[in-house]
């Protein structure tokens, strides 16, 4: 079993801005994404993997915010 990175969108093992491209596109209908990566997109804890979370993973990756 292996641990899932919270906010690793595209699964390559680091929360950067290609998350947050990654979720935006899901948002704007341009790709799909599965349960897990939906799950693991959720960073603010609200039940859905929205542009709200794209924002949070955005300020991450530019160490505006150490955690979600």
Do not use: C, M, P, W
């Amino acid at each position: 079993v292996q641990a899932r990175l919270r906010g690793d969108v595209d699964r390559d093992g680091k929360v950067d801005t290609n998350d947050s491209a990654e979720l935006l596109r899901y948002n704007a209908e341009l790709s799909d994404l599965d349960a897990e990566q939906l799950d693991g997109a959720d960073v603010n804890g609200d039940g859905s993997a929205d542009t709200k979370d794209a924002v949070l993973i955005l300020q991450y990756a530019s160490e505006r915010i150490s955690a979600f």
